[in-house]
């Protein structure tokens, strides 16, 4: 999570071997304002680092990571310490995604009953859930900036601005799909805001002009 407010993680990659190699990532995709290839930095002596950025619930795949021991004349594979199988590093990480739950409309009239305030993640196919701490309904609620658990039109007036507000607990940071995405291990540093303009009609519900609806 790195707190940008754009829908992206910031993530540290650590590549350990020999100290003294030129290290570089050679094929990749996902690393935003990232080109390739994109050398490592030694951060200390035989570990190698790269940062970058990833998109929420796209994630990133590193598929090749090549090292020189000449300077750069000549790059070779990187191997895991089996000496057979290639690098690769991959990771989704993805930010709750809130609805109000039951939704609310845009504009109310003022005799209209009471509604208790709610949330729900969003959980389409398109959208997928990973398992976020506490569940949903720790969700807590303003209106015009007072704490409130309920909607009710009978005391309220004008515009109102409803809030929303979640925080996650932080996860792993790690090992997540794009089907089962990770939590940043900072997540409860970005909480998730929803906010409504509502509008609070002077009439009674079924009074003209209003119909009710």
């Known amino acids: ?34 080109s390739l290839p994109a050398p490592l930095t030694a951060s200390t002596p035989g570990n190698y680092t790269i ?8 994630g990133y795949a590193i598929t090749q990571v090549e090292f020189s021991i ?57 959208n997928p859930d990973p398992i976020f701490d506490p569940a949903a309904t720790s969700t807590s609620f303003t209106i015009d900036g007072q704490p409130a658990t309920a909607f009710d039109p009978s ?15 932080n996860g792993a940071g790690m090992g997540g799909t794009t089907t089962n995405p990770a939590i940043a291990i900072d997540a409860s540093n970005c909480p998730v805001i929803l906010e409504r303009m509502i509008d609070i009609l002077k009439v009674d519900c079924g009074s003209f002009p209003w119909n009710g609806d």
């Open 1 to 34: 999570n790195n707190q940008a407010g754009d829908g992206t993680f910031n993530e540290t990659v650590t590549v350990s071997g020999e100290a003294g190699f030129l290290v570089r990532v050679s094929q990749a995709t996902g690393l935003l304002n990232i």
């Open 51 to 58: 940062s970058f950025d990833h998109q929420d619930r796209t």
């Open 70 to 126: 000449d300077g750069g004349a000549t790059w070779n594979l990187a191997l895991l310490d089996d000496g057979t199988t290639p690098i690769a590093i991959s990771n989704t990480c993805a930010y709750p995604v809130l609805r109000l739950e039951p939704d609310l409309a845009n504009t109310y009239c003022q005799t209209a009953a009471s509604i208790t305030l709610g949330a729900a993640f969003e959980t389409s196919i398109s």
């Open 155 to 169: 005391v309220l007036s004008g515009t109102v601005i409803l809030q929303a507000s979640y925080t996650p607990n």
